[in-house]
């Protein structure tokens, strides 16, 4: 494969390098993001991305390397290598307040 050829980005895993396809043992550098809104189970996404250098040819590129959802009384973490649930399943939570109901003729007599 040339320098200038790129591997598709969904098809590979996270350390491979996208120019050469030379193996990363690890990124030389992490960090964490934190998704604003919870999922429809009501767990957070912590999202671990990676800065990785190719021995090889020298590219830099940066890569997901893992996914940690946590709360809703369970933690589920995906990597590379696939989906580990810990903790028990819970269902989503339905929130039920107390109903309104407004009759418009009422309404229209009042003014």
Do not use: F
């Not at 800065?51 to 809703?72: D, F």
């Amino acid at each position: 494969m040339d320098v200038g050829e790129r591997l598709p980005r969904r098809r590979r895993e996270p350390n491979i390098c996208p120019r050469c396809g030379t193996k990363v043992d690890k990124p030389y550098k992490t960090w964490q993001l934190v998704a604003p809104m919870p999922d429809a189970y009501g767990r957070i996404t912590i999202t671990i991305m990676g800065m990785y250098e190719c021995p090889n040819c020298g590219h830099k590129w940066r890569a997901v390397v893992s996914k940690i959802k946590t709360g809703g009384g369970e933690v589920e973490v995906e990597t590379s290598k696939g989906k580990r649930k810990l903790g028990a399943t819970q269902q989503p939570v339905k929130r039920e307040g107390p109903i309104i109901e407004i009759d418009i003729d009422e309404e229209e007599e009042e003014e």
